[in-house]
């Protein structure tokens, strides 16, 4: 059992290597999801703490500063010694995501572990950004350098604060950026103890600020301030439009978006029922159903449906729910009221438009925000429950008879975050790797992720991408520089 009061050390703003007040001098509360309980106040941040928190990331970015003088390979030490750090504090930090998140403890223990792994991936690319020489007509050497972009605001969501957190900070300090984020009032616990952490490993002042605030005050900041350069978003689609337009009003800012989706999982009929069942369930119900690329959408052969479904409803019935912080215990609460009522809304709608409750459709206990493992059966692809980003432990399986057909009807939604195809045809699964509109495709698995393979979506569901190689290009402006040469005598 993991110790469920750990310390409170940090819950200031964090900017230049401080920890301060907000200006307004507000704080706002943080809730055990488990309990529906405060267990901490935060000061709010706002406008004025923006600014405050850009003069610094700009100062620390300006040409002759410490952080822009700096070595790669420097840069590289100080990330490997945040991993460090983070790996050192593994067990409090996961203690700390889970009291505010509701999270399985040991699913926060990976987080926080993951995260250190994340920084460890960025710190290896430090020294490897590299321009080109480019052979050009004339009497000119040309070639290229990649530049930080500069002072970056990145705001995260609650569903996995420090995760998508490292993802942001490991490629925006791999290319020499400064940091202003913005965590969920809901999670910022974990990532204000990390922010020590960094002050901890030697980073110079001003390098990384993090502002706990509201959306519509500290996010609106943050998405239309003039001296930031470039904003990453990780949260909804519509969220996502509001960014984008800020960012387009004030001063064209290069933005990254990670948003919602929809995402289907197709078994064929040639699968081990056992093994499909158990990955489909693992797809939509890992961390009470709060993840944007969650499998929402089971898409199951005929000829296989009713075996899987009774699997499926037996396989969410034996889900045990409980404390978060019990090891034995598969199943938490959501993360607040709002999103518990969102969800029980969905499941309210999946029965008046005459999907199959298999199981589930409950609160469970009397109080936090749990909601059972619900299984919907014979759901078609007009119910809301089928078109619309659920976010919670709902799974609705969806029958098909032929491989073109359902390759349309997974292609049918407006997102395109990730999908799956599970299938002991090689054939079959490459034409729908080819076939789907959606950022990730994976092959009788889910939620491979991997802080080398980028990730990010299609159409509704984003622009840009996180992790990877490809993520770094997110924090870089290309500059050309043609030198014209000599003349020959």
């Not at 029922?273 to 690329?293: K, L, M, P, S, Y």
């Not at 299609?458 to 003349?487: A, F, H, Q």
Request: aromatic share 8%; proline share 4%; glycine share 8%.
């Amino acid at each position: 059992m993991a110790d469920k009061v750990p310390a409170l050390k940090y819950t200031q703003l964090f900017i230049n290597n401080e920890f301060v007040d907000s200006a307004s001098g507000k704080k706002f509360p943080v809730i055990n999801p488990a309990t529906g309980q405060k267990i901490a106040e935060v000061s709010e941040g706002d406008k004025a703490d923006v600014d405050k928190a850009v003069a610094a990331a700009k100062a620390a970015f300006k040409r002759g500063s410490v952080w822009r003088e700096m070595d790669a390979s420097a840069r590289a030490k100080l990330m490997n010694k945040l991993a460090d750090l983070i790996e050192r504090d593994a067990k409090q930090i996961a203690n700390l995501l889970t009291l505010e998140g509701g999270k399985l403890f040991y699913g926060s223990f990976y987080e926080a572990t993951s995260s250190a792994t994340t920084l460890r991936y960025y710190a290896g690319w430090c020294d490897k950004i590299t321009g080109k020489t480019i052979p050009t007509d004339g009497p000119y050497f040309t070639y290229t350098r990649k530049e930080p972009i500069g002072v970056v605001g990145q705001i995260i969501p609650w569903n996995f604060p420090l995760g998508m957190a490292m993802w942001k900070w490991g490629p925006a300090l791999a290319t020499g950026c400064t940091i202003v984020l913005k965590p969920a009032e809901q999670t910022p616990l974990a990532t204000l103890h990390v922010a020590a952490l960094a002050k901890e490993a030697g980073f110079p002042d001003g390098v990384i600020n993090v502002i706990p605030g509201y959306g519509p005050t500290a996010g609106a900041a943050i998405s239309s301030h003039p001296d930031i350069t470039k904003v990453a978003f990780t949260g909804s689609t519509e969220v996502g439009k509001i960014i984008m337009e800020a960012a387009a009003k004030s001063n064209l800012k290069k933005i990254s978006l990670e948003l919602g989706g929809k995402s289907p999982l197709i078994v064929l009929d040639d699968v081990n029922v056992d093994e499909a069942v158990q990955i489909a369930h693992d797809a939509i119900f890992v961390n009470q159903g709060q993840v944007c690329c969650a499998g929402t959408r089971t898409f199951v052969h005929e000829s296989i449906y009713d075996e899987f479904v009774q699997k499926s409803k037996a396989k969410a019935e034996a889900r045990k729910i409980g404390d978060p912080f019990d090891v034995t215990v598969q199943h938490g609460p959501q993360i607040d009221d709002e999103i518990f009522e969102r969800v029980m809304s969905y499941i309210k709608s999946g029965k008046e438009q005459g999907a199959r409750v298999e199981c589930g459709g409950e609160r469970y206990g009397d109080k936090g925000y749990f909601v059972k493992p619900t299984v919907f059966s014979n759901v078609t692809d007009e119910m809301k429950i089928a078109r619309e980003e659920i976010f919670g432990p709902v799974q609705s399986i969806i029958k098909f008879k032929t491989l073109e057909e359902v390759i349309e009807r997974a292609n049918n939604t407006t997102y395109g975050l990730a999908s799956g195809i599970l299938t002991n045809d090689i054939n079959s699964a490459l034409t729908v790797a080819n076939a789907l509109e959606a950022g990730s495709v994976w092959i009788n698995c889910y939620n491979a992720l991997q802080s080398s393979t980028p990730f990010g979506g299609y159409k509704m569901s984003g622009i840009g991408r996180d992790c990877g190689e490809e993520s770094l290009e997110e924090y870089l402006e290309v500059k050309t520089v043609s030198v014209k040469l000599p003349m020959k005598s």
